[in-house]
């Protein structure tokens, strides 16, 4: 298969991908996400990036936004991670907008994309030509004298769709890391990241009548679940 040539070449799941995908069919949610959490590749249950990539999609295009976003942190650590750990032999300035632009173009494909492409065959591979790509772009730029990194961009909506996936990813991340009970993570998205207002009547629905909870607690929650972001973020910028 030449990667250069992608128009040209019909994609399709190898085997390993394929193999993977049918196993992720009889297992539940839970033990998929601790399965994607697997970093051995020789370890039973792990499942291949490229696999989890097709999962991501699938969910997302199912309305499964919850399942889908809780793989996204997961993929995005492990995308990150690699990202860094190839591009250890580059200038420390330079390594880290070669990481960003691999990673905001990663995103951006993984938002926008619903059909198979190299995310979904080679998913390393892919990972690795995206930031030697963004290296050649990055020392051109060096070379015009040029710090417009927007001019070396094709995304169409200037990346909005991969920043709103990372917000959501990076919050359902928080999610799993701190709140203990599956209700509360499930509350917390509904009101952090869900489009519905918490009581309005006069809508087609609301959280009132969604999770059958009273007002005020879904409002106090909502204002407990702020301040502890509020001081999460205060925590990691100390």
Same mark, same amino acid.
């Given at each position: ?129 995206? =930031?030697?790509?963004?290296?050649? *772009? %990055?020392? &051109?730029?060096? !070379?015009?004298?040029? /710090?417009? #990194?927007?001019? @070396? ?23 799993d890391k701190r709140l203990k009970t599956e209700e509360h993570r499930r509350l917390f998205l509904l009101l952090m990241l869900g ?7 006069? =809508?087609?629905?609301?959280?009132? *009548? %969604?999770? &059958?909870?009273? !007002?005020?607690?879904? /409002?106090? #929650?909502?204002? @407990? ?14």
């Amino acid at each position: 298969m030449d990667e250069e040539n992608t128009e040209a070449v019909e994609l399709y799941h190898p085997p390993f991908v394929v193999r993977a995908l049918d196993w992720i069919e009889g297992i539940s949610s839970e033990q998929l996400i601790a399965a994607a959490q697997i970093k051995d590749q020789n370890k039973s249950g792990f499942i291949p990036p490229a696999a989890l990539v097709r999962i991501i999609r699938r969910f997302r295009t199912d309305g499964k936004l919850e399942l889908s976003d809780r793989l996204v942190a997961i993929l995005i650590t492990n995308a990150y991670d690699y990202v860094r750990r190839v591009s250890t032999g580059f200038e420390v300035g330079d390594r880290e907008d070669v990481i960003q632009e691999t990673m905001q173009t990663f995103l951006t494909e993984l938002a926008e994309n619903d059909g198979i492409d190299w995310w979904e065959v080679t998913f390393h591979r892919e990972l690795r030509r995206r =930031a030697s790509d963004a290296y050649a *772009r %990055l020392i &051109g730029r060096h !070379r015009k004298r040029s /710090a417009e #990194l927007t001019d @070396d961009r094709e995304f169409s909506d200037d990346g909005e769709a991969a920043a709103a996936l990372q917000i959501r990813a990076t919050l359902v991340a928080f999610a799993d890391k701190r709140l203990k009970t599956e209700e509360h993570r499930r509350l917390f998205l509904l009101l952090m990241l869900g489009d519905l207002p918490i009581d309005a009547p006069e =809508a087609p629905n609301d959280l009132v *009548r %969604l999770t &059958g909870k009273p !007002r005020s607690t879904l /409002a106090n #929650l909502k204002t @407990d679940f702020t301040r502890m972001l509020k001081a999460a973020l205060v925590e990691k910028a100390s």
